[in-house]
């Protein structure tokens, strides 16, 4: 008789999405004995913003912002070793270049998303349920339609990011000389034909497609960049400011009132949505010298801040309507286009494959996920397993969240929160800057919520082989560190 077949093991910790966040939480996984990982993606191969790719672009970081190095550079999965599979070693050294090239950090993630065992792509997580003490996955592979099941102790949501499109630019959905930056060089050719273009947002991204326009448009051709801020302020880019971007000032912002978050995440925006003071520059450096020999206005270019759309629709012959209003003096005008590129940025999105999870989640008063500092999601008790987000707690964890300095990190913290031990062992102290006053405590814990602790569940060959105790992982010890009230 024949007898059914035993279910595999469990995962460890199954991740959905292969961004460069979970892609880290991989790499830092892959060499860790015992340890049974899974990362799965619907698309058919790793890609970085594709439609941000433009040629000269650069990072906004230090090459050290990669995978694993600002964790543990002797991992195989670093950039400097990336670039010693490539033989780029000594043309890198000679670049002396401390930011690199957007398309090579895209190319050094391909190269280590090919690579790595515990990365499936083209399969796509459709729906996660519990099965007792574990998440049960349901998987679908997108080539064959084949579907299958998965069992895990743990889950990493590593989806990113949606673009935003602003609810004035509603009735344009779909128009095909109106699209978001993030298709930028896969519907370029769509502006090829328009003799006035304007570009609406002052982050990277806007600065990005305004000089690559200045660069390609043709004689005549109108170009228009449009920012509600007041001014177009660089990236706040000193040494000390950029001690935001470190776990003290994480662990420091996670302890305020959720309310205070909110403001100062608002607040803080040359922080995490400015462009790079160099990018600015080289589009005053090329409209300086289109100009040489004729007047500063002779140049069909418009850059105005402080200027909000605040309806844009299809107008005559083709054309486009923007609804503008100064901010400053409250003026309205009509402003009329042929194209509209919106940077507009992103919005953390919920994974269809969550719904039969959501019920069990704490979510917070504006439907937002409670996160503790371990990066794991307040859910109640029923759950016993550990759910995990990257790049979803901005308004939990700070303008560091969407930052790659920081990817390594959250990886590592994640990575040690599901052993039960330390894999990888982490500063104390990051930063010079001391956020919190004199004497008060980074992170308040309610002692009685503390007292209600449970175990995490077991991890098999990992906490059998763990050389310290099993850290505890409390539901409601949880929700009392993130309710930010």
């Known amino acids: 008789m024949d007898t059914p077949a035993a279910r595999p093991a469990p995962y460890d910790l199954l991740g959905v999405g292969i961004g460069p966040f979970n892609l880290s939480l991989a790499a830092l996984a892959e060499p860790v004995p015992g340890l049974r990982t899974l990362f799965c993606d619907q ?11 433009v040629d000269g672009a650069r990072m906004q970081v230090p090459f050290l912002a990669d995978l694993v190095s600002l964790v543990d550079p002797t991992n195989r999965w670093s950039f400097l070793n990336y670039l010693r599979e490539q033989d780029r070693l000594f043309p890198f050294y000679f670049a002396e270049r401390f930011q690199l090239p957007r398309r090579e950090y895209d190319h050094y993630c391909r190269w280590a998303a090919e690579r ?25 592979d997108t080539a064959t339609g084949r579907r299958s099941e998965v069992h895990a102790r743990n889950l990493a949501l590593g989806v990113g990011t949606r673009p935003v499109l602003p609810g004035a630019f509603t009735a344009l959905d779909g128009h095909p000389r109106a699209f978001h930056s993030a298709d930028y060089l896969d519907r370029r050719g769509a502006l090829d034909e328009a003799r006035d273009i304007t570009v609406v947002g002052s982050g990277q991204s806007g600065a990005e497609v305004f000089l690559d326009l200045l660069r390609r448009a043709g004689e005549g051709v109108r170009l228009r960049w449009l920012t509600r801020t007041r001014a177009l302020a660089p990236m706040e880019y000193s040494k000390l400011g950029l001690e935001h971007f470190t776990p003290d000032y994480t662990r420091y912002f996670h302890g305020l009132p959720g309310a205070v978050r909110d403001t100062l995440v608002e607040a803080q925006w040359q922080l995490h949505k400015a462009a ?9 450096d090329h409209l300086y010298e289109r100009t040489i020999g004729r007047p500063i206005d002779d140049a069909p270019v418009e850059i105005t801040p402080g200027t909000a759309v605040t309806d844009a629709r299809p107008g005559p012959c083709g054309g486009l309507e923007l609804r503008c209003r100064h901010t400053d003096s409250g003026a309205e005008h009509v402003l009329r286009t042929d194209a509209v590129v919106l940077a507009t940025g992103y919005r953390a999105a919920r994974p269809a494959a969550l719904d039969p999870l959501a019920h069990l989640i704490d979510w917070d008063e504006a439907g937002r996920y409670r996160v503790d500092l371990d990066h794991r999601v307040a859910t109640l008790p029923d759950l016993a397993g550990g759910l995990y987000v990257q ?3 901005l308004h939990t964890h700070g303008v560091g ?40 405590a980074a992170t308040p814990v309610d ?3 503390a007292s209600t602790a449970l175990t995490a569940p077991a991890m098999g060959d990992v906490a059998a082989t763990a050389d310290v105790p099993a850290v505890p992982r409390p539901q409601e010890w949880t929700r009392a560190a993130t309710a930010g009230r």
């Open 276 to 284: 790079s003071a160099e990018t600015l520059a080289e589009i005053h």
């Open 43 to 53: 698309r058919p191969e790793f890609r970085w913003h594709p439609g941000m790719l």
């Open 401 to 440: 969240t969407p930052d790659l300095g920081l990817g390594a990190h959250r990886a590592a913290v994640i990575l040690n929160a599901v052993a039960g031990r330390t894999v990888h062992r982490l500063p104390e102290r990051t930063a010079w800057t001391g956020f919190a006053p004199p004497g008060a």
């Open 116 to 140: 790595l065992g515990n990365c499936r792509f083209g399969t796509e997580v459709t729906a996660l349920h519990r099965d007792g003490a574990l998440y049960r996955a349901e998987l679908r």
């Open 447 to 449: 002692p009685a919520a």
């Open 391 to 393: 790049n979803a707690e």
